[in-house]
């Protein structure tokens, strides 16, 4: 299994605070992702890279920001936390050139009063 | 766009059943992969298959087996002689070709079967 760590591992914040999320992966693989994980919808891609400095969208990408300044680090930050944010938060990373297959972290709850 | 649909939200069966969880995908590409993930109680995502839409054969894993019909765009996943240890929502999952940027990929996922086991 990829290296890849999340902090912090459990957050409460309060409504209107900016929250930042960290991916931290240890494997030098290519493109990481943000997901989120809600009851009933299974887990939906944020955000992307496909390397340093290279983000993307995803499917629910309203109200949060990436950055990848470095190739084992991903932050994901709301800059207005709402309690529709309250979620599980899932950082995977994928090596080029391999089987498809995303490694994912250990997740990170996060709740939003 | 692509679509997962695990139709299937809860599931109770007693140890030593066989149990069989659906996945149905839909998509417009003719290369594409499909997955499945284990996530215990403990919460993290555990990597169990992957599929790639040009391999038609069935899997067999120990106790795990897995019939994959495009046919049916199907990909549903069994468990033989069921364990408490197998306790845990599975999702199914699909991978459509790459996203715009970068060669980066896009799993979509279904909404999660839970599985319980009772001794």
């Known amino acids: 299994d990829a290296g890849i760590t999340q902090s912090p591992r459990h957050k409460v914040t309060e409504t209107g605070t900016p929250v930042t999320l960290r991916c931290h992966q240890t494997?030098?693989?290519?493109?990481m992702y943000w997901y989120r994980q809600d009851p009933g919808h299974g887990l939906r891609l944020i955000h992307y890279?496909?390397?340093?400095?290279?983000?993307d969208k995803g499917e629910v990408s309203d109200g949060y920001s990436v950055s990848r300044s470095k190739t084992e680090d991903f932050l994901l930050t709301l800059e207005s936390a709402t309690s529709s944010q309250t979620s599980v938060y899932f950082c995977?990373?994928?090596?080029?050139?391999?089987?498809?297959?995303?490694?994912f972290g250990p997740g990170t709850r996060l709740t939003v009063l | 766009a692509q679509k997962v649909t695990q139709a299937q939200t809860e599931i109770s069966v007693v140890e030593k059943e066989d149990v069989t969880l659906d996945c149905v995908y839909e998509?417009?590409?003719?290369?594409?992969?499909l997955f499945w993930y284990k996530q215990p109680p403990s919460g993290e995502l555990v990597f169990l298959i992957r599929?790639?839409?040009?391999?038609?054969q069935n899997e067999i894993s120990g106790r795990y087996s897995w019939n994959f019909q495009k046919s049916t765009s199907s990909f549903n996943f069994t468990i033989t002689a069921s364990q408490v240890v197998d306790s845990a929502v599975y999702f199914c999952?699909?991978?459509?070709?790459?996203?715009?940027?970068?060669?980066?990929?896009?799993?979509?996922f279904g909404s999660g079967t839970q599985l319980t086991v009772l001794p």
């Open positions: 995977a990373t994928e090596n080029t050139g391999s089987t498809n297959e995303q490694f």
């Open positions: 494997e030098n693989h290519r493109y």
């Open positions: 890279s496909y390397g340093v400095k290279d983000t």
């Open positions: 998509t417009r590409d003719t290369t594409y992969y």
């Open positions: 599929r790639n839409s040009f391999d038609e």
């Open positions: 999952a699909l991978s459509e070709g790459v996203i715009s940027s970068g060669s980066a990929r896009q799993l979509t």
